[in-house]
Every structure is written in C-alpha cells, then in structure tokens.
C-alpha cells in the first residue's frame, strides 16, 4: 500500500468517526434544549398559605401571620406558657405566639401507615 493510499485510508477513517462525534454531539446537545415542564407547586406556609399564589399575597401585604398557640393540637395550653422558665421548667414554651399552619389536627397518620 502507497503512502497515498494509506493518508486515503486515514482520512476516511478520521472523516468516518467525525462524522460520529458531531451525531453524537447534536443527541447530546439536542437533550440539553428539551422543555421542562413545571406539573404542580405548592406550598404550606403559617396565615393559611397553601398556594404560591397565597404566598406572594401574603409578602405583597406585609401581612403578621403569628397567631397564639392553637387549640386543636392537643396541648395543654394552660401549662404550655411559662413567661420565666427556669432550667427546671420542661416541656414549657416562654413565647405565647408563633407561626402555625392552619389543618395540622386534620392529618390522618394512619393514612400514611404512621
């Protein structure tokens, strides 16, 4: 074989896995362009937030979502509040206020094998 028609060979076989790279190329980059679909947002947020919709109301009003303890969570709120714990003082709460969400006392653990 010449050295004219070895280059030849060679040439042929770079063209031949060029020609493969760029394929391979185009899928990978083809991949990178497919459109992302967004199927569902939520969000639970204390003040009856339980929508991005209701979320961005909420920041747009400036809107104070802290609400005393509630009363469906089955505390006792009667001793829950102590104003000045002392380091004897267990399981008590020196705030009287927070940030709740709304429907926790409707969650059915057993539903979720709990």
């Known amino acids: 074989m010449s050295v004219e028609e070895k280059l030849l060979s060679y040439l042929k076989r770079v063209t ?10 185009k899928e990978h980059e083809g991949k990178g362009r ?11 947020f204390p003040g009856g937030v339980r929508s991005p919709e209701d979320l961005w109301r909420l920041v747009v009003a400036g809107a104070d979502v802290i609400a005393p303890f509630p009363a469906d969570r089955g505390w006792d709120l009667e001793s ?13 709460s020196c705030t009287a206020e927070g940030g709740f969400l709304d429907g926790v006392a409707d969650f059915d653990p057993g539903f979720f094998g709990i």
Do not use: F, N, S
């Open 16 to 25: 031949a896995d060029l020609e493969e790279a760029q394929e391979r190329l």
């Open 80 to 92: 829950l509040y102590e104003p000045d714990p002392g380091p004897d003082t267990v399981g008590t």
């Open 34 to 44: 497919e459109p992302v679909a967004i199927i569902g947002m939520g969000c639970r």
